[in-house]
């Protein structure tokens, strides 16, 4: 069975955090903390496990448009009548972390 690089992983815990949330959290113009287990397993025996609470960034963007400046007009020949601005949620850093996974031995947990 192929396993998923840890790019694919993390993008489909984004799409999975994002589709789950929403509802009433993202019916809120703006960005939004939203928080999703991760669980680890390593191989089909489910030897390696572990699971950590994540956050992910949801919610709509917010954006207007109004008529343009007389210097915007004039600098951009009588092309650029209407200006625009949007903030959108975005992830804007990343925090790296650190974790020790430790052998499950499952014999030993028997007794």
Same mark, same amino acid.
């Given at each position: 069975?192929?396993?998923?690089?840890?790019?694919?992983?993390?993008?489909?815990?984004?799409?999975?955090?994002?589709?789950?949330?929403?509802?009433?959290?993202?019916?809120?113009?703006?960005?939004?903390?939203? #928080?999703?287990?991760?669980? =680890?397993?390593?191989?089909?025996?489910?030897?390696?496990?572990?699971?950590? @609470?994540? /956050?992910? $960034?949801?919610?709509?963007?917010?954006?207007?448009?109004? #008529?343009?400046?007389?210097? =915007?007009?004039?600098?951009?020949?009588?092309?650029?009548?209407?200006?625009? @601005?949007? /903030?959108? $949620?975005?992830?804007?850093?990343?925090?790296?972390?650190?974790?020790?996974?430790?052998?499950?031995?499952?014999?030993?947990?028997?007794?």
């Amino acid at each position: 069975m192929p396993t998923a690089s840890p790019h694919t992983l993390l993008l489909c815990l984004l799409v999975l955090a994002a589709t789950e949330s929403w509802g009433q959290e993202t019916a809120i113009p703006g960005c939004h903390m939203h #928080p999703f287990n991760v669980t =680890v397993r390593s191989d089909r025996q489910g030897t390696c496990q572990g699971s950590h @609470v994540a /956050q992910a $960034c949801v919610g709509h963007c917010e954006s207007s448009a109004f #008529p343009s400046r007389y210097s =915007v007009l004039v600098a951009s020949g009588y092309r650029h009548n209407i200006t625009s @601005v949007s /903030q959108c $949620c975005t992830i804007s850093s990343l925090k790296k972390v650190r974790c020790r996974l430790r052998p499950y031995h499952p014999e030993r947990a028997r007794s």
